[in-house]
């Protein structure tokens, strides 16, 4: 297993026109399994395909390892990669579809059989050796796909959003699979999806991207307790945050048309966004932050209910419990900590340590 | 819309009807060759002068014998029979024996029979009635070049002496001669086998071309062109061809038939006045005989007012108008008086001579399937000219091909697959062609294929070239080989010699081997395109993703082809092979407008032959069961391509 | 693959592609003489449109035109008109029938001609419709069927049923879904099939040659191919080369035009089969 190093790493499609990566410098520590999150669009794959080699940075260098690679073509990085399609190659046999890697490679007949039973039953696939993809499901796809990296014992396993294909039952059980399995591997594991849920359960670390640029790397609850920066904050949280408009004046925050005051006791002047998560909210008073708000609308969420309240001309979401007994056009008091607030620029998203 | 609709189903039904009744003419037509001088226009004039109420049309067709013969057969088949028959001296016994022609005993009496050449009018005789009233005579004759040949030669001998001194090839061959294979060769070969006193029938009916006599014509015919004494180029002449060679000088004997004597005696031709004529030379201890040839008209059967049409004849054949047929265009004159007329004699004082030639001239073998001993005759006489075979090997299978012709069409069909050596033939010629040609078109097609998933400037140009040959009329684009691989205008021979590959032009269509190259390049160029659309198709299905990950388990571009982009072509190949493999075993119009089926038959493919036993050979049962067999073979072949080029993946 | 080597193949391809034209239109334009003098020059010395007006004047090949044209776009409008009808109703049937019928047709449609043509001669014959243009355009539509109706057939299925459906509700009898709904959709996969049976008609040879012994009913490709000696010196090679680069010139224009879309149908095709 080894470690993955972007420097600087800049790509654009289209002779320049569109910008996929700008100047992106990162570090995935080996044995780590990392998560690039980001939505569609956002240079997620491309940096996946950059480690690859399926694509050449414009500018900057990739390392795997201590080696340069930037001119290797895939064939001789040493990567696997697992396809968001599976990519199974229809005209072989699921064993010979496993065994490829190792056959290009110039293994033995033997030593390739071997290694291709013991990665099929670790995965429970031994039983469809014979068989050819279309005869499979989508879940059995998957794992060929998967046992076709895994036999080759790579230096680093890629992921290219394997589980979007899934059912969604089958994928829950899946990601904790693949998170237990990778980790008895001791594998460096870059792995890319859009599904903040995945990234938050399977990674050591999660490298949040947004256009072509890297807007926090760090640990699921580094993430989500700290985000550096508004898209981090938006992106991330088991229910979209709450963010409001406004300035930063004389120490408090006013809403952008003045229907909301919140006071902050903050150290800044000018135009910001602030940030507040739903389950940060609580009913009642003397977190710091007491405000009355008036419910409008109700949504039931399993064991939470989303309450949209409204104070003055803006509204909130606030997580409580199922139990909670409310209904619409009650008015609440609702108080949160002050420490629980985020503030970001609302120019450059970054986030501001004002308090 | 019902209204739309009636109105259009009536529409259609009107024009049908209208389309479907032809007017039946009330014009006489026939079929000849270019009218060179206008003769038969004249002719015609003056018949319309004199019969206003009578109207003939002359139809040119192409100078072959061979294919007007064809057009007339295929008159005859279709139900619309072209009224006046003008035939060549061979055409009568078939004609007749097809039941096209009407007899003209009742007016073309034997005491009108005798103002003609005698020669002429027997061949217009069938089983014991007439068909035929003789237009123009011919026979072969030697021309010679009066001012460098002092004394012409009588016998081989003296011949092969005056040809090892005087000639100088490849400047001044010795003879030019017609050693294409079509009916002319047939007359020339007739004349060496009769002058060293062999004979194809004799009198009882039985074959006797297998002799020694017949060993020795062809011989010497070989003999001319492997001394050089003929040119190679003669295996693609016809008449005009070997007219062409003698007036440019380009020779010093010519054989040909009287015609070529007023075009070699006008005012613009180079030979003027150096050009003499003797019999035909023959072997020693044996006697001249010169092969009669000639035209003449007949009337089809099923002509309304058939009156009609023996006014035209009777006065085609008169003295007037074969002294216009004469002048104008050299014809010889059937009627006898005229080789005595002083009018003719002033221009043409060697008629006399020419008398005592023609009425020793002696007729082929008189015959219904005559096309088809005369087919054997020409193939295998141009085989042994080319090279292709012993002469040896080449009278023991004329002889038993025609043995077989003679007994008829006794034998079942399937006895005579086994014994028609024709058909041999070309299934080996069917089976070259196929597997050079696909192989080639599938490499070259694949190559090109890849070349377009590339991606350069000028792409969907290139793509669009390339779908170019496919679209074109293959049988008209075969014309255009045709012209390419001529000699000496064409201009990949020029290519050839320009880049340095050849150091002198190659006779493309005149040899076995370079004609069926030729063929298969011809194709080639057609039928690729066809092989990289499907193949393009192909490669444009196999999803990115997999040739990804195939790079990334660790194959380069070479290796990738064997594991990946060829297993996923396969089905496309699959689809492109069985199209291609069936088009090219059944390959027709290239062929036929680029070589016929020759030289010596060597391009002769399948389809040629089937069609050639049921629109020249009259055959339509024969044709049809081989028929059958074919498209059973093919279908077998089909299941077989399928078979082999279906991976496990897809049979689950 | 090196981007270099790429464009001097392209035009290593198009010249192989396109050189038998050009030398056809070379040899046309050059004046008669010119045609057969040696060395072959490559560029006419001297441009000249005799060798075309000697074509019309030898022979009556506007006829040849005529005939081609109407027996080119009969079979053409025949064909489609039964092959939108069959197609339409193969819409109908259970997807898995209506491909192993078009299977089916395919193999009437990879004989080759060669071998149809006889038993095509018999029953034209036995119609009366020797020599007459219906005849033709008959045998084509007989021979082009197959191909229409998958090209038709592939275009048909992705118009979603849905859309009959909420025809027939709205009063649409059959024949007016498939006049006013399926043709207009279709008419990218029509122009293509028009154009491909057009170009097969147009350059058809044996047929026209077997069915047409009159010479005044030739088409082009039978009339070029009797092309022969204006004298008896010579084959008119001028001259031919002419007619061959008339007859051609207009498929080359549907061709260039119509390039993707034939690309497209015949892939599809393709993949289908």
Known sequence: MAKVVLEKVTKTFMGGRVSALKDVTLEVPHGKFVTVLGPSGCGKSTLLRLVAGLEKPDMGEIRIGDRRVNDLPPAKRNVAMVFQNYALYPHMRVADNIAIGLRLRGYSAEGTKRKVAEVAEMLGIDRLLDRYPRQLSGGQQQRVALARALVREPEVFLLDEPLSNLDAQIREQTRSELKRLFKELGATVIYVTHDQAEAMTMSDMVVVIEAGEVRQVGTPELIYRDPRHRFVAEFVGIQRINILEGDLKGGDFIAADEGLVIPLAAFHQGRVYLGIRPEAIHVGEGMGVDLVAQVTHIEPLGPNKTLFVKIGTKELKVLVRADFEVKVGDTLGITFSPGDVYLFDAETGRRLYVR | ?652 | MRRALLLPLGLLVVIYCLFPFFWTVVTALKPPQEVFSLPIRYLPKALSAENFVEVFHKRPFSRYIFNSLIVATGGTLLTLVLASLVAFRLRYMPVQRALSFQRWLLVGAIVPPTLLVIPIFVVIKALGLINNPLGLILSYCFLNLPFGVWMLYAAFSRIPKELDEAAMIDGFSWGGILLRIILPLSRAALAVSAALIFIFCWNEFLIALTLMPDQNRYTVPVGISMLSGASIYEIPWGQINAAVTLTTLPVILTVALLERWIVEGLTAGAIKG
């Open chain 2, 1 to 652: 819309m019902n209204f739309r609709y009636r109105f259009f189903a009536s529409l259609s039904i009107l024009v049908v009807l209208l389309l479907r009744a032809p007017s039946k003419a009330e014009v006489l037509r026939m079929i000849g060759p270019e009218d060179v001088g206008g003769a038969w226009a004249e002719v015609i004039k003056r018949f319309h002068e004199r019969h206003p109420s009578i109207r003939v049309n002359y139809i040119s067709g192409p100078w072959s014998t061979d294919e007007r013969q064809n057009m007339y057969i295929r008159s005859f088949l279709s139900g619309d029979p072209v009224e006046l028959v003008y035939m060549d001296v061979t055409w009568t016994a078939k004609f007749a024996a097809g039941g096209w022609l009407l007899p003209l005993d009742e007016w073309f009496t034997p005491e009108k029979q005798q103002e003609f050449l005698p020669g002429a009018v027997k061949a217009g005789y069938y089983e014991g009635r007439i068909y035929r009233v003789p237009v123009r005579a011919d026979v072969g004759m030697l021309y010679y070049r009066r001012d460098l040949i002092p004394k012409p030669p009588r016998t081989w001998r003296e011949f092969e002496r005056i040809c090892q001194r005087y000639s100088r090839p490849p400047d001044v061959y010795c003879i030019v001669f017609q050693g294409m294979q079509y009916e002319g060769l047939v007359c020339d070969f007739l004349e060496y086998l009769w002058g060293a006193g062999g004979e194809v029938i004799d009198p009882k009916g039985r074959v006797v071309l297998d002799s020694p006599q017949g060993l020795e014509a062809l011989k010497f015919m070989r003999k001319l062109i492997e001394r050089g004494w003929a040119p190679k180029a003669v295996l693609s002449f016809q008449e005009q061809h070997s007219l062409s060679a003698f007036s440019q000088g380009k020779a010093l004997f010519m054989r040909n038939w009287p015609y070529a004597w007023t075009i070699l005696n006008r005012q613009d031709s180079p030979l003027r006045g150096k050009v003499g004529i003797v019999p035909f030379i023959h072997k020693e201890g044996h006697e001249s005989v010169g092969t009669l040839g000639g035209w003449g008209l007949g009337i089809a059967r099923g002509v309304k007012e058939p009156e009609r049409a023996s006014k035209f004849i009777e006065f085609a054949t008169s003295t007037e108008a074969q002294k216009i047929l004469h002048f104008r265009r050299g014809a010889v004159p059937s009627r006898k008086a005229l080789f005595f007329d002083p009018d003719i004699l002033k221009v043409s004082p060697h008629y006399r001579d020419l008398y005592e030639i023609v009425m020793r001239a002696r007729a082929r073998p008189v015959h219904p399937d005559y096309p088809r001993i005369s087919d054997t005759l020409q193939k295998h006489v141009s085989a042994v000219l080319a090279g292709v075979e012993g002469p040896e090997e080449a009278l023991k299978i004329m002889a038993r091909s025609i043995e077989g012709t003679l007994r008829g069409r006794e034998e079942g069909y399937l006895k005579r697959i086994a014994i028609d050596y024709d058909l041999r033939r070309t299934l080996l010629n069917t089976v070259l062609f196929t597997s050079i040609s696909v192989p080639l078109e599938f490499i070259l097609g694949l190559l090109i294929a890849l070349l377009l998933t590339a991606q350069f400037r000028g792409r969907s140009f290139v793509r669009l070239a390339v779908l170019i040959p496919w679209a074109l009329p293959t049988a008209v684009m075969a014309m255009s080989w045709q012209w390419m691989f001529n000699n000496p205008f064409g201009v990949l021979n020029d290519l050839l010699v320009r880049v340095g590959l050849a150091e002198r032009p190659f006779d493309w269509l005149s040899g076995p081997s370079g004609a069926m190259f030729a063929a298969i390049f011809a194709d080639l160029w057609k039928t690729t395109p066809f092989v990289v659309i499907i193949l393009l198709a192909g490669l444009h299905s196999i999803p990115q993703e997999l040739k990804e990950s195939i790079s990334i388990d660790g194959a380069g571009p070479l290796r990738r082809f064997f594991h990946l982009t060829f297993p996923l072509l396969l089905p496309f190949v699959r689809v492109a092979l069985i199209f291609r493999v069936i088009h090219a075993a059944g390959i027709f119009d290239l062929i036929w407008v680029l070589t016929k089926g020759g030289p010596a038959d060597s391009t002769r493919t399948l389809c040629i032959y089937i069609y050639e036993v049921a629109f020249r050979y009259d055959e339509l049962g024969y044709a049809i069961f081989l028929t059958v067999l074919f498209l059973l073979a093919l279908i077998g072949m089909s299941f077989l391509i399928v078979r082999l080029t279906t991976l496990g993946y897809e049979r689950t």
